[in-house]
């Protein structure tokens, strides 16, 4: 072989190289071009979705990509996301919208994922409480004893010896917000400023938080996310995520000591009036 052919030869290879790498880029441009766009469109959604706080929401953890890729329907009371990946994006950024407080209530939380996202709630001093079934708490998977080593996170295994298979959390329960003031007002009055220091008081007195609560089949594992059939409903209607706080309150221990006297005195005060009106109804058939 002459040199004239070699140089013809590595001029083709090389033209060839370049060709694909181009072809390569074009293809990608476009590609990601397409996903870009289609993920604009669900942050956009989902964004003001959460900023209004007015969700009536289903996010779908399917292979099934033409079943569940459905369009918002005309008044845009629901919204539905397109492919696993921006099913679990769109999951912790509703847990990640918190302002004032989460309880967590999961079968299994394995996600590091959500754990991280959950620890950066607490330093914004998200007042977080996180109970889990006792069995799953102690699997080598588990997230629990890293969320345990952060203080401001309170976490409790079900203490019920019946199987703890709910999976739900509400974010910005009013209930648990009320806690949270009743908790801050009396650290304030004793002083003591190590657990609540950083909460502003304009924060808890600005707009009320309008609450909502997620709940379905999935539980905070990796392995669901990505394989299994799953389904979460995201809801802010007031009578919905009363009975999930009512729900979460009964099986949580209070293990602070002033809020659980106070709840006491309430319930004792309800029996009292309740036990007057009992004794003024007696007295007024007998008169």
């Known amino acids: 072989m002459d040199w004239k052919s070699a140089k013809i030869i590595l001029a083709s290879t090389a033209t060839a190289v370049v ?18 766009a289609q993920e604009d469109v669900h942050e956009d959604v989902c964004t003001d979705v959460i900023k209004n706080r007015e969700i009536n929401d289903v996010i779908l953890f399917s292979d099934d990509m033409v079943r569940h890729a459905m ?3 005309p008044n845009n009371d629901m919204a539905m ?5 921006l099913n679990c994006y769109k999951l912790i950024k509703y847990i ?5 407080t989460l309880d967590v209530c999961m079968y299994l939380i394995t996600s590091s994922q959500i754990a991280e996202a959950i ?13 889990v079934d006792s069995d799953m708490a102690n699997t080598s998977s588990s ?11 309170q976490v409790q295994t079900n203490k019920n010896p019946n199987l703890m298979h709910h999976k739900f959390c509400i974010v910005d329960g009013p209930r648990a917000i009320k806690r949270k003031i009743i908790l801050k007002t009396h650290a304030e009055n004793l002083n003591v400023h ?11 007195k600005s707009k009320p938080v309008k609450g909502f609560v997620m709940s379905g089949s999935l539980n905070w594992s990796t392995h669901a996310m990505i394989s299994n059939h799953d389904s979460v409903i995201v809801t802010s209607q007031p009578n919905i995520v009363g009975k999930f706080e009512k729900e979460f309150e009964s099986l949580w221990v209070e293990d602070e000591p002033i809020y659980a006297q106070m709840m006491q005195h309430r319930m004792c005060s309800e029996i009292c009036v309740k036990y007057s009106v009992l004794q003024c109804n ?4 007998i008169t």
Do not use: M, W
């Not at 990640?96 to 004032?100: A, L, T, V």
């Open 19 to 36: 060709a694909s790498q181009v072809a390569k880029k074009v293809f990608r441009y476009f590609f990601n071009s397409e996903k870009c």
């Open 71 to 73: 369009r918002p329907v």
């Open 81 to 85: 996301c397109e492919s696993r990946e």
């Open 96 to 100: 990640k919208s918190s302002r004032e």
């Open 119 to 131: 620890i950066r709630l607490g330093q914004k001093h998200v007042l977080v409480r996180i109970l």
């Open 143 to 153: 997230q629990i004893k890293k969320l345990k080593e952060y203080s401001f996170i």
């Open 194 to 204: 190590a657990p609540f220091k950083g909460f502003s008081d304009k924060k808890l």
């Open 282 to 285: 007696n007295i007024t058939d």
